[in-house]
Each structure stands twice: as C-alpha cells, then as structure tokens.
Nanobody, 124 residues
Framework: QLQLVESGGGLVQPGGSLKLSCVVSGVTLDNANIGWFRRAPGKERDEGVSCINSANDRPWYAVPVKGRFTISRDNSKNTVYLQMNSLKPDDAGVYSC????????????????WGQGTEVSVSS
C-alpha cells in the first residue's frame, strides 16, 4: 500500500530555514513522481510548491519559491526532501507531499495519494 509521511514542520522566524521530509512506502521513487503542496491558512485549495521527476530527477518550482526552496530525493531511504530557506510569512501553511505515476511531467501529473501534512509557521 502506497503511503507518504511528512515531517520537519515547525515554527521559524522570517529568514529562517526548515527541511521537510517525505518518507514514501509502497513504491520506489524511480516509479513515482513526488510533489510538495501547500495549503495556506484560510485557503481551501492546495497549491503546488515543487516536484521532482522520477525519470530524470528534474525539479519544478513554483515562482514564489524559486531560488529559496530545493527539492531532492534519497532513493536509498525512499525519501524526498524540501529544503526551505529565507522563509517568509507567506510560506506558512500545511505542507503535504503526494505521489503520482511516473509517466508524465511532475508539474502536470495527477497526484492520487497524499500524506497527512506537516505545518509550517513563519512568524517573529
């Protein structure tokens, strides 16, 4: 059974950093695109933050996080990471990782299985 478990959220001051982890079980990272999504406080929809393509490790980033966030994966641990630097209050929200099939670009893939999320707060 495919499962994703996030960790690493917390409270950080503006300008600080956090590293989120998404441990994937039930499928290897070579066979799944993994994306990170954010649901901001008061919003009803998740927005894509970043994803990584299973076939070639090519990452995608949403414009607001380019240059500040880095997605990576460790196949030996079946884990995808999201390093978040220079955090801003607008980055706050519940961050979830999700899995999609490997056959399409991760940015346009259909994500069918989601983790429970980890909360990120950015405040002084």
């Amino acid at each position: 059974q495919l499962q994703l478990v996030e960790s690493g959220g917390g409270l950080v001051q503006p300008g600080g950093s956090l590293k989120l982890s998404c441990v994937v079980s039930g499928v290897t990272l070579d066979n799944a695109n993994i994306g990170w999504f954010r649901r901001a406080p008061g919003k009803e929809r998740d927005e894509g933050v970043s994803c990584i393509n299973s076939a070639n490790d090519r990452p995608w980033y949403a414009v607001p996080v380019k240059g500040r966030f880095t997605i990576s994966r460790d196949n030996s641990k079946n884990t995808v990471y999201l390093q978040m630097n220079s955090l801003k209050p607008d980055d706050a929200g519940v961050y979830s990782c999700a899995a999609a099939g490997p056959m399409s670009d991760c940015h346009t893939a259909a994500y069918a299985v989601w983790g429970q999320g980890t909360e990120v707060s950015v405040s002084s």
